[in-house]
């Protein structure tokens, strides 16, 4: 696996409310309780276990990847989940011993339960290290703490707090422990072409892939741009103290691949990689806890989202085109702008902030400037920031959102309302607005262009 790291700006937005993560009615109190159930001493204690040298690495195949895949067995047979391998089974046997192992959470709405979120991480690592598969040094059992004891670890937080509070949704989840991840995706790949469950009704995958060291408070979600809107979906934030980082890299690097070939939107979670990667000293001592428990929080919120959400995003093939410099033209900043130097001859700003659309996430722009001492500027707007409703209702696109703004500024109204995201945290955020001044000839013509401001002011370049 090899990842790209980016920097973005940490924030400290509020988690956002209740019915902005897919909460059925009447099971907000299950919600809660699941989510609550989410503790730090097991997640690390199933990463102690899985990342102890009885195991050898759980290379595929082995007698420590069997042993391994056992304990899972059994855990999900202690939270009573439904078998989905083959013939009855939790286990999908494969090549040279192999074996992925399956389980679901059948869905409870009537219309959408045929519908399937496929949620995976592979539990096998490299044994004891070769020079194909290893950093070295070689021969040594390579314990694979984070890669991916983590990921499976969170899995099994995931589903122990399904089954603790009964928490059902609209849609059924496939909960996935790939083997054979570490020669090249064998496992996953195997189910793509051999699935459990109909191919063709999996909605999305969430692939969870080295999850247990956060730092700087920051997890990254790639592959939101592989389905129209998903940003958004994944934008609901438990932890608001945690960043998310919407990458656009993706490569054949994780078990979200065969999936994102076969047409399905996917989200890749992962917290970065380090020193230890592939080596031996990938070990639990060095596993952040309490980070692990926010990115379990945060998956866990995010899948109820996506399995109770009305409708998933549609795929979008051009992700497989996109990259991190592809992210860094669309996102270029306008040049700064100042009350205090605004041209005398110039009507003043009423709002304060030009937009650019994303085609990836329609109904959605994000701030390309925000002039300094205007009523965004007050109001805390920065740029990347992203408007995802006004006045409390969706818009189409960047010029319905400019109609709607410019009628309520023409109608001389003292605030705008904006849904707005930064950072994967959402808020509701109030622009209190100035008087207005009258206009001072010469005026020039506001049009409709790739970057918008509904003020009445010339926008620049």
């Known amino acids: 696996m090899k990842f790209v790291s980016v920097n973005p700006v940490r924030t400290g937005y509020n988690a956002i409310a209740d019915e902005w993560i897919g909460i059925k009615p009447g099971t907000d109190g299950l919600f809660a309780a699941a989510l609550n159930s989410i503790s730090e001493d097991d997640l690390y204690k199933h990463v102690e276990v899985l990342a102890d040298d009885?195991?050898?690495?759980?290379?595929?195949?082995s007698r420590g990847g069997h042993a391994a895949g056992q304990y899972i067995i059994d855990l999900l047979k202690q939270h009573d989940l439904t078998p989905a391998g083959e013939q009855g089974d939790y286990a999908q046997p494969f090549s040279d011993d192999c074996r992925n192992l399956l389980a679901k959470l059948p869905g409870d709405d009537p219309v959408m339960e045929n519908e399937w979120i496929v949620v995976g991480a592979h539990y096998d690592h490299v044994g004891y290290g070769k020079q194909s598969n290893s950093y070295?040094?070689?021969g040594q059992i390579h314990n694979g703490a984070d890669d991916n004891a983590s990921g499976a670890s969170v899995m099994l937080e995931l589903i122990e707090a399904f089954a603790k509070s009964g928490?059902?949704?609209?849609r059924s989840i496939l909960f996935a422990f790939w083997d054979a991840e570490e020669r090249g995706l064998v496992g996953s790949k195997h189910w793509i072409a051999q699935p459990t469950v109909p191919i063709?009704?999996?909605?999305l995958d969430i692939t969870i892939d080295m999850v247990g060291r956060l730092r700087d408070e920051r997890l990254q979600v790639l592959g939101t741009r592989s389905g129209y809107g998903m940003r958004r979906l994944f934008s609901n934030a438990d932890d608001d103290s945690m960043l998310l980082d919407f990458s656009w890299e993706l490569s054949a690097n994780s078990d979200h691949w065969p999936f994102l070939e076969h047409g399905v939107p996917i989200a890749l979670m992962h917290t970065g990689l380090h020193s230890d990667y592939h080596r031996p000293s990938d070990d639990v001592e060095k596993i952040n806890r309490a980070g692990m428990r926010k990115v379990s929080r945060y998956l866990f919120t995010a899948l109820v989202q996506v399995a109770n959400a009305e409708q998933l995003p549609k795929f979008r093939s051009a992700v497989r085109r996109e990259n991190e410099r592809m992210r860094r033209e669309l996102e270029q900043p306008k040049p700064l702008a100042s009350l205090a130097a605004w041209p005398a001859d110039l009507e003043r700003p009423r709002f304060g902030a030009t937009w650019r659309a994303d085609e990836a996430e329609p109904g959605s722009v994000f701030l390309t400037r925000v002039v300094t001492g205007s009523p965004a500027d007050n109001a805390g707007l920065k740029v990347g920031d992203r408007i995802n409703a006004f006045d409390g209702q969706p818009f189409a696109d960047s010029d319905a959102l400019f109609d709607a703004m410019r009628a309520q500024l023409d109608a001389g109204t003292q605030q705008l309302s904006l849904l707005i995201e930064r950072n994967g945290h959402v808020r509701n955020v109030v622009v209190p607005l100035a008087p207005p001044t009258p206009p001072a000839p010469p005026q020039r013509q506001v049009t409709k262009?790739?970057?918008?401001?509904?003020?009445g002011a010339p926008l620049g370049n």
């Open 54 to 61: 009885v195991y050898e690495g759980r290379a595929a195949g």
């Open 136 to 138: 070295g040094p070689y």
């Open 167 to 170: 928490l059902k949704t609209r």
């Open 200 to 203: 063709d009704n999996v909605k």
């Open 449 to 455: 262009a790739a970057d918008r401001d509904a003020t």
